[in-house]
Structures are given as structure tokens and as C-alpha cells.
């Protein structure tokens, strides 16, 4: 039966996928094994059925089931993976400033508002891989507050501000028309970002307004402040039944810029379901948390509706191009 062997990993311990137990390690290298999930919770070991001498390996954490939302509290369902097992996350948790949710309070007492944030956001790091990227959303309340609380736990690459047009229309001071989006890493010198991608990168004033030869064909990359308008309630792309939504093509720019297909893609607070949506059609595996399970139902939902949508669509370009 034919297998595949993995290396060792670099801290000495070695990868587990699937394959039979009989074919499971052989001298620093593993074959693909599906041990009981015991075995991997406990760390057990294996021995290998061939005459060499005896390797013995430690299993590296299983992901969680991808490509579904789980119906839960982010405190009580993170601690329950293993550590780093996930390649981006996204998080856009309620802003406490009296939004109505389904199941949540966005009316908090400001400290224990941080407190609580201190602690999902220490959940979220500890399943993100060490080469992991970590994004944030957040408004101006406590922008200046998640900035401080992440000296320390990682590294920030950009503070970016979404800029966004359709923004409030107030009366008595300026109109506030921008969320804050930190970019974080865990490992200042080991992360994705796909810089050469055509999809993230945009055209250039040399290319737009001055024709100017020096320009790079390829495009530049985005600014740190990204105008992208609100999803309003005549948009078609619209959800009615949750009350933050972010664009997708947003999310699409993050996920293409710090993901590679195949890996995956967490948002602890699915909320609408708009990251989600944007792993999808990237071929990103994705997992979401979400405390109201109304929304649980709805966001998986949206996700099937526009997958289907995208899949249909490079259908029917694909039967235009070879027709």
C-alpha cells in the first residue's frame, strides 16, 4: 500500500495525517497515520513494524472540523482545540457601543469590556499557528486600548483604516466614516503575505493619471487606509437580519493577501457570515463561532448560497471561454 512520508518536524516532533496503523513511523520519518483521537489528545506514540530502530513521535495537534460554524460561546469553544491550528483569523467582535444582537450585551461596563477582550483574544492566539496571522476590527472607543493590549502578544504589520462611504450623517461634529484594522503576526519574520497577487494588488497613479512607463505593469500595493463602502440596506449584498455586515470584498483582500488555499481561515464572531463567505470562494477552508444560534443558521446558509453562486459563475465563464 503506498504512503506518504512526511520530515520530522523542526522541533523534533513529526506530522500525522492518515494512512494505516501498521505503516506508522519509520526512523524519523512518519506516514500518514489517523490515530484514535485519544492518542493525539494524550500524545501517545507509535512504533513502526519494520526493522529499523525504534522512532518514536509525537502527534501535532488535529484542526478543528472545517467548513462550519460552531454554535457557541469563543471562551468556551476555543479552549477545546489544540494549539496552533489555524492559519488566519479574522475578528470583528461587538464594539460595546449598544448594538442590538441576538444573544449578546454590547453594553458593558468599559473594564469588563477589556477584560473579556483580553481573554478571547489570548484564545484566538493560542490556536493561530506560529507563523499565524492575526486581524482585528475595532472602533474608535477602544481602537487606542486593543492596540496597547497587543504589545506584547504580537506584532503589528499595519494599523489600517477602512474608510467607508454611505457613513453616519451627524449633526453636532464631524461624520464618522472609518473602522480600524490591526494587522498582527505572530512571528515579525515568519508569515504569508501574498504580495505578488494580482487580486491584492491595485493600479497605480502612474498607471491611472499619469502614464507614466516607469509604472509597474503589476500594480502597486494597497495604501493602509481602503475605501470600501458600507454594506447599506438597499445592497443587494445586504443580510437585514444582522445588524454590523462587512463587504466582502473587504475580507477578500485580507484572506487572499494573508492566507493560501487550502488553509484555514477562523472568525470567532460569524456574526453574518462575511468571512466566511470570502475564505470560500478562495478556496480557503474555513470555521466560524457564533454565540446566536439564529445567526448560526442564517450565516451557514449565506455561505452555501454564495458558494454556489461563485461556482456557477466560473461555470459559466469557463463555457464561454471554451465555446
Given amino acids: 500500500m503506498a504512503t506518504r512520508a512526511w520530515p520530522c518536524h523542526p522541533?523534533?516532533?513529526?506530522?500525522?495525517?492518515?494512512?494505516?496503523?501498521?505503516?506508522?513511523?519509520?526512523?524519523g520519518w512518519l506516514a500518514d497515520y489517523n490515530p484514535p483521537r485519544e492518542h493525539v489528545k494524550n500524545k501517545t506514540w507509535g512504533l513502526c513494524n519494520t526493522s529499523t530502530p525504534t522512532a518514536w513521535v509525537t502527534a501535532v495537534p488535529e484542526p478543528p472540523a472545517v467548513n462550519r460554524i460552531v454554535h457557541g460561546d469563543v471562551l468556551k469553544v476555543l479552549p477545546d482545540w489544540p494549539e496552533g491550528c489555524v492559519d488566519l483569523v479574522f475578528a470583528d467582535p461587538p464594539f460595546n457601543i449598544g448594538y442590538e444582537y441576538d444573544r449578546y450585551n454590547d453594553s458593558r461596563p468599559p473594564q469588563e469590556y477589556l477584560e473579556w477582550t483580553a481573554r478571547w483574544i489570548d484564545a484566538c492566539l493560542r490556536v493561530l499557528k506560529a507563523d499565524g496571522t492575526f486581524w482585528v476590527a475595532i472602533g474608535d472607543e477602544y481602537a487606542a486600548e486593543v492596540r496597547v493590549m497587543m504589545r506584547g502578544r504580537a506584532t503589528l504589520r499595519n494599523w489600517v483604516v477602512w474608510h467607508y462611504t454611505f457613513g453616519q450623517n451627524c449633526r453636532q461634529k464631524f461624520n464618522r466614516s472609518h473602522t480600524h484594522l490591526f494587522y498582527f503576526v505572530k512571528d515579525a519574520e515568519r508569515f504569508t503575505f501574498n504580495s505578488d497577487d494580482p487580486q491584492v494588488r491595485v493600479p497605480s497613479d502612474r498607471q491611472l493619471k499619469y502614464n507614466d512607463k516607469r509604472a509597474n505593469p503589476k500594480g502597486r500595493l494597497p495604501h493602509d487606509v481602503w475605501t470600501f463602502s458600507r454594506v447599506c440596506g438597499t445592497f443587494k449584498e445586504r443580510e437585514g437580519w444582522h445588524p454590523c455586515q462587512m463587504p466582502v470584498d473587504l475580507l477578500e483582500r485580507i484572506v487572499l493577501a494573508c492566507s493560501r488555499p487550502g488553509e484555514i481561515v477562523l472568525d470567532p464572531f460569524a456574526g453574518s457570515g462575511t468571512t466566511l463567505v470570502a475564505a470560500a470562494k478562495n478556496d480557503r477552508r474555513w470555521v466560524g463561532v457564533e454565540l446566536s444560534k439564529d445567526y448560526v443558521r442564517r450565516a451557514a446558509q449565506r455561505v452555501a448560497d454564495e458558494t454556489a453562486s461563485a461556482e456557477a459563475e466560473a461555470a459559466s465563464v469557463a463555457d464561454v471561454a471554451t465555446g
Fill in 11 to 27: 522541533r523534533g516532533r513529526s506530522r500525522i495525517d492518515a494512512a494505516p496503523a501498521d505503516e506508522f513511523c519509520c526512523s
